[in-house]
């Protein structure tokens, strides 16, 4: 079955520090791989996605992510960390099935705090 | 100027009512959707149109009935709403019904039912 999963619900890092969101993904063929946050009480917004080309992709609010297709894996990273980061991140990606390729596969979310 | 806007932003309804939530976008998009994200922060796709045509129809009760009027404009319909309908619900939009392209989501409406 196509998954995502996002092994931990909760990650802390001290402000300055780099941060890493864990995301896994099980699909067939080739992965279309996207990143979002929620701020507290607000929609989604899109960071980053990798549909081919280079591993490192590089998104909004210096925040980039290393597609592994060994590993399976696309997680999020960041240098240095704000305390603004604080969110929710949510790892998604397309499913594969024929006539279902309209849709993504959500992970559950991950909550970032970061501490000045 | 918003890209994707929702009506009302906060909806609070007894058991049994019938309710409406509206979504707009100024983007131009060709498809939009609705998700229901739940008190444990959990996504999940409701539906989505594309140009007016219904594209994704997820295991929904059939209570729930969105409508799209124009590309523009997608609205959800909820007859005789229970406690577990209580949720926040985004619509979302993209430029094309293909998933090349990321979504743009709406601020959320979050519907409490008593």
């Known amino acids: 079955a196509q998954s995502v999963a996002q092994p931990e619900d909760q990650v802390n890092v001290a402000e300055g520090n780099p941060l890493t969101v864990k995301c896994t993904y099980s699909?067939?063929?080739?992965?279309?791989l996207f990143w979002y946050v929620q701020y507290p009480n607000r929609g989604l917004q899109f960071l980053l996605k990798?549909?081919?080309?280079d591993n490192l992709v590089k998104g909004s609010y210096g925040f980039e992510a290393e597609f592994n297709k060994s590993q399976t894996s696309f997680h999020l990273k960041k240098p240095s960390a704000l305390v603004s980061d604080s969110a929710l991140y949510f790892c998604?990606?397309?499913?594969?099935?024929?006539?279902?390729?309209?849709?993504?596969?959500w992970g559950l979310g991950t909550s970032l705090g970061v501490n000045p | 100027d918003t890209a994707v806007s929702q009506t009302p932003k906060y909806l609070v309804t007894q058991m049994g009512n019938d309710k409406s939530i509206k979504c707009e976008q100024n983007?131009?998009?060709?498809?939009m959707y609705w998700y229901k994200q739940d008190s444990k922060k959990f996504l999940k796709i409701m539906f989505s149109?594309?140009?007016?045509?219904?594209?994704i129809n997820e295991t929904v009760p059939n209570r729930f009935s969105p409508k799209s009027p124009d590309k523009a404009h997608l609205n959800l319909h909820i007859n005789s709403l229970e406690l577990g309908d209580s949720a926040v619900y985004f619509c979302?939009?993209?430029?094309?019904?293909?998933?090349?392209?990321?979504?743009?989501f709406g601020p959320g409406t979050r519907l409490t039912v008593l």
């Open positions: 990798y549909i081919t080309g």
């Open positions: 979302a939009s993209s430029p094309a019904k293909g998933l090349l392209n990321e979504q743009f």
């Open positions: 983007l131009g998009h060709d498809t």
């Open positions: 149109y594309n140009n007016k045509e219904l594209i």
């Open positions: 699909v067939s063929g080739n992965p279309y």
């Open positions: 998604a990606v397309r499913d594969m099935y024929a006539g279902n390729n309209r849709k993504l596969i």
